[in-house]
């Protein structure tokens, strides 16, 4: 898949470009690669598109082994461009001793952020759920070596991640990527000390559940998220999203707040340079 738009959504639209924000955001969790990103130029005009629009940062995301390589490259390639590497629960299966070694390694690179996407997936049930958990195990113990924060990728499996995080003992710093828990669950992982992450279903009409769990996160805790090319923010649903249209969440999420617009991106990008410990400028 590297290296050419998912073809779940390579024929897409792009989506149009939205009014550019005063104060800008942090992209906590794209995928590049699945964008159509392949090479330094790819990345930068795609980085361009963001900031032109204020989305002054990005982190992108690997999900198999070649994903990981590929960012592990590219965020070479962009000042402004950071990187979360790990195999995605629907890829647990093909974590061998040499993947679990070469992931190490490419993890530790400095501009790597965070260990992830990891967790548990029991909605597409691509590898078995022992399987899955093992992994995720690995992960947080990855995190734990390198001091990175945990981004967890929590599809159908709330109560499974949170039993697993507790028997293994969470890192320092845990990221709950395109939260897509109600109130109760929000709860939980507020009380935890957990970070979410919320995504363009958050802007979805029918989403009460998940704008109810976002109105009680505290702004220390709140972060924000394109998962591009998926999860297109409405009214652009069904179009093909890019870090670019992150402002259509952020500007839904200020709504179901009720606060502020400038106020939310201050929030969530002091948040967010905290979480990853990215530079103040």
Request: with cysteine; aromatic share 6%; hydrophobic share 40%.
């Given at each position: 898949?590297?290296?050419?738009?998912?073809?779940?959504?390579?024929?897409?639209?792009?989506?149009?470009?939205?009014?550019?924000?005063t104060?800008?955001?942090?992209?906590a969790?794209?995928?590049?690669?699945?964008?159509?990103c392949?090479?330094?130029?790819?990345?930068?005009?795609a980085?361009?598109?963001a900031a032109?629009?204020g989305?002054?940062?990005v982190?992108?995301?690997?999900?198999?082994?070649?994903?990981?390589?590929?960012?592990?490259r590219?965020?070479?390639?962009?000042?402004?461009?950071?990187?979360a590497?790990?195999?995605?629960?629907?890829?647990?299966?093909?974590?061998?001793?040499?993947?679990?070694?070469?992931?190490?390694?490419?993890?530790?690179?400095?501009?790597?952020?965070?260990?992830?996407?990891?967790?548990?997936?029991?909605?597409?049930?691509?590898?078995?759920?022992?399987v899955?958990?093992?992994?995720?195990a690995?992960?947080?113990?990855?995190?734990?070596?390198?001091?990175?924060p945990l981004?967890?990728?929590?599809r159908?499996?709330?109560?499974?991640?949170?039993?697993i995080?507790?028997?293994e003992?969470?890192?320092?710093?845990?990221?709950?990527?395109?939260?897509?828990?109600?109130?109760?669950?929000?709860?939980?992982?507020?009380?935890a000390?957990?970070?979410?992450?919320?995504?363009?279903?958050?802007?979805?009409?029918?989403?009460?559940?998940?704008?109810?769990?976002?109105r009680g996160?505290?702004?220390?805790q709140?972060?924000?998220?394109?998962?591009a090319?998926?999860?297109?923010?409405?009214?652009?649903?069904?179009?093909?999203?890019?870090?670019?249209?992150?402002?259509?969440?952020?500007?839904?999420?200020?709504?179901?707040?009720?606060?502020?617009?400038?106020?939310?991106?201050?929030d969530?990008?002091?948040?967010?340079?905290?979480?990853?410990?990215?530079?103040?400028?």
């Open positions: 898949m590297t290296g050419e738009p998912h073809p779940a959504v390579a024929q897409r639209p792009m989506v149009p470009p939205p009014e550019p924000l104060v800008p955001v942090i992209d969790h794209t995928h590049l690669d699945a964008c159509g392949v090479d330094r130029d790819d990345v930068v005009a980085m361009g598109r032109a629009v989305v002054n940062r982190v992108t995301v690997a999900d198999d082994l070649a994903s990981a390589r590929w960012v592990a590219a965020i070479d390639w962009h000042p402004d461009l950071y990187g590497i790990a195999l995605h629960p629907t890829r647990a299966d093909k974590l061998d001793e040499a993947s679990r070694l070469e992931l190490a390694e490419l993890a530790a690179h400095p501009r790597v952020v965070a260990i992830g996407e990891t967790g548990l997936d029991h909605y597409w049930d691509a590898a078995p759920h022992p899955q958990a093992e992994a995720f690995w992960h947080i113990d990855l995190a734990k070596r390198l001091g990175k981004m967890i990728h929590d159908d499996a709330h109560d499974d991640v949170l039993a995080l507790r028997s003992g969470p890192p320092d710093s845990v990221i709950f990527h395109c939260f897509s828990g109600g109130p109760q669950m929000a709860r939980t992982c507020v009380e000390g957990y970070h979410l992450s919320f995504a363009g279903p958050v802007s979805f009409r029918n989403a009460r559940e998940l704008a109810e769990a976002a996160v505290p702004s220390g709140l972060m924000v998220e394109t998962d090319p998926f999860l297109t923010p409405h009214p652009h649903r069904g179009k093909r999203n890019e870090p670019y249209a992150l402002p259509y969440t952020v500007r839904a999420l200020a709504a179901v707040r009720s606060q502020d617009l400038d106020e939310l991106c201050a969530v990008s002091l948040t967010t340079r905290i979480v990853f410990g990215l530079p103040v400028s």
